[in-house]
């Protein structure tokens, strides 16, 4: 086994990791349902009957998927993440840090369209002109969908002023 294929993260981890998570999630429901009462009043099902039947739900879930993994464990070696998806994995997510943060000062057009552009082109590997172009047909439909048809006003920034479209 190569390095690349080596594992970083095993499925066992993860499934694990995900269990502590959704028990978790489903915690802060059933801590959440209780105050809101969850039994019946003279007028019906109290608030939190119904978000405290779906955390339970949850907490049970949570625990077969833990309890499958750990059961499994042995039997099965999977790899969840290598060297090499981990790679292609920060290369999705470090723009995407950098399109968020490009969003405080540029509004939400901008940065998408140098995002969607971007990523198409190199990691997408399309030619410049299909990319440029999906990339400006998604910011057009944004704009007219949020800002003309629902009334939404998204984040603008300095080029969406020059343009007048405030």
């Known amino acids: 086994m190569s390095d690349d294929e080596r594992p970083i993260v095993s499925r066992l981890t993860m499934e694990l990791a995900m269990a502590g998570v959704l028990l978790g999630i489903a ?3 059933l ?8 039994g019946w009043s003279d007028s019906g099902p109290e608030p939190g009957q119904v978000p405290f039947l779906v955390a339970c739900v949850l907490a049970l879930a949570s625990l077969g998927i833990a309890g499958e993994a750990l059961w499994k464990r042995g039997r099965t070696v999977a790899t969840f993440l290598n060297r090499t998806e981990a790679h292609r994995v920060v290369t999705l997510f470090l723009p995407l840090l950098g399109y968020i943060a490009a969003v405080y000062w540029l509004g939400l057009y ?4 140098v995002y969607i552009g971007a990523v198409m082109l190199l990691q997408g590997r399309y030619s410049a002109v299909h990319s440029v172009g999906v990339a400006s047909i998604t910011v057009v439909a944004m704009y007219f969908i949020f ?7 998204l984040l603008k920034g300095p080029v969406e002023s020059w343009l007048g479209l405030h």
């Open 27 to 29: 915690l802060v429901l």
């Open 31 to 38: 801590t959440g349902a209780t105050g809101h009462g969850i």
């Open 110 to 113: 901008v940065p998408t369209f």
């Open 147 to 153: 800002e003309k048809w629902f009334q939404i006003d």
